[in-house]
Nanobody, 121 residues
Framework: QVQLVESGGGLVQPGGSLRLSCAASGSIFSLGAMGWYRQAPGQQRELVASITSGGTTNYADSVKARFTISRDNAKKTVYLQMNSLKPEDTAVYYC???????????????WGQGTQVTVSS
């Protein structure tokens, strides 16, 4: 089994910062691309940022210059530093990872359980 465990969400005032973490564990042979998605009430889940195993990043236009995605391959962890937060950033944030499994060598996509980020005064 593989687990993605997120942490770091919470309530923050507009203009504030939060750092999300997502640690992968289990029967992992290799980690491919990892990313963060978010889903606001009544909205579809959308990509926030992604990062390849080699460190190439991609961001949604709405978060460019405010959010930074990074990863520590040794710790099997991906981070999302969120600065200058706005009320419209309020959503449940989900971690996503492309993982090759140890026993079968199959590549599968895994999701975390989600962490709530609320930006409000």
């Amino acid at each position: 089994q593989v687990q993605l465990v997120e942490s770091g969400g919470g309530l923050v005032q507009p203009g504030g910062s939060l750092r999300l973490s997502c640690a992968a564990s289990g029967s992992i042979f290799s980690l491919g691309a990892m990313g963060w998605y978010r889903q606001a009430p009544g909205q579809q889940r959308e990509l926030v940022a992604s990062i390849t195993s080699g460190g190439t990043t991609n961001y949604a236009d709405s978060v460019k210059a405010r959010f930074t995605i990074s990863r520590d391959n040794a710790k099997k962890t991906v981070y999302l530093q969120m600065n200058s937060l706005k009320p419209e950033d309020t959503a449940v944030y989900y971690c996503n990872a492309d993982i090759r499994l140890v026993l079968t060598m199959d590549r599968m996509e895994f999701w975390g359980q989600g962490t709530q980020v609320t930006v409000s005064s």
